[in-house]
C-alpha cells in the first residue's frame, strides 16, 4: 500500500495527519499559506522534504487565493506567505530551500499577470513534488542494490517516499 504524505485534490493540499499514524490514516485540508504554517508547526507534517513540499503548495495556495488582486498587492500578500511559511519550522533547511525556489519562480515572472503567476508558482509546486518521489526513488533503488538478505533499514522522522 502506497500511502501519500501530500496530495493535491480539488484545488487544496491535503497532508496525512502524521501525529495520528500508524493507528489511524486521516488527511486534513489546506486552503492557504497560514494554514499551511500551522499544520507545519502543529507537526501534522513531518520530515524536512515533506515540510518543503507543503511550504511550496502553500505559496502556490496563497497565489491562487489573490489572484485577482492588481500586481502591486499581489506581491505583497505574497511576500507575506512567504514570511509566515518560514517562520512555520525556522530549522528545517528543505523548507527555506522550497521557499527560494518558489521565490525565485516569482521573480523570474514578476511582470506577467496575477492569474499566469498563479499557475506557475502550482506548475513548480507541483514540480518539487514530484522531483522529491523522484529522488527518493533513485535513492530507494540504490539503497536495495546494496542491502543483504536479511538486513534492515530503520528510517527516523518521515522517509517520504523512500
Not at 497532508?15 to 486534513?28: A, E
Not at 492569474?115 to 506548475?123: E, F, I, P, Q
Not at 513548480?124 to 543483504?148: C, P, Q, R, V, W
Request: net charge negative; aromatic share 6%.
Amino acid at each position: 500500500m502506497t500511502v501519500e504524505t501530500l496530495r493535491w485534490r480539488n484545488n487544496q493540499l491535503e497532508m496525512i495527519d502524521q501525529r495520528c499514524l500508524p493507528s489511524v490514516v486521516q488527511y486534513l485540508s489546506y486552503s492557504d499559506a497560514q494554514t499551511v504554517a500551522d499544520g507545519i508547526q502543529k507537526m501534522v507534517v513531518r520530515g524536512a522534504p515533506a515540510i518543503g513540499v507543503a511550504a511550496a503548495y502553500g505559496i502556490a495556495l496563497e497565489a491562487q487565493k489573490y489572484v485577482l488582486l492588481n500586481g502591486a498587492d499581489f506581491h505583497k500578500r505574497m511576500a507575506q506567505a512567504f514570511k509566515v511559511l518560514a517562520a512555520s519550522r525556522p530549522t528545517a533547511v528543505n523548507l527555506f530551500w522550497a521557499l527560494n525556489r518558489m521565490r525565485d519562480r516569482l521573480s523570474d515572472a514578476a511582470q506577467t499577470e496575477t492569474v499566469s503567476l498563479a499557475r506557475l508558482l502550482l506548475d513548480e509546486a507541483h514540480a518539487i513534488y514530484h522531483e522529491d518521489i523522484e529522488i527518493n526513488k533513485t535513492m530507494g533503488t540504490f539503497g536495495a542494490s546494496i542491502l543483504e538478505d536479511g538486513m534492515c533499514v530503520l528510517t527516523h522522522c518521515n522517509a517520504g517516499a523512500l
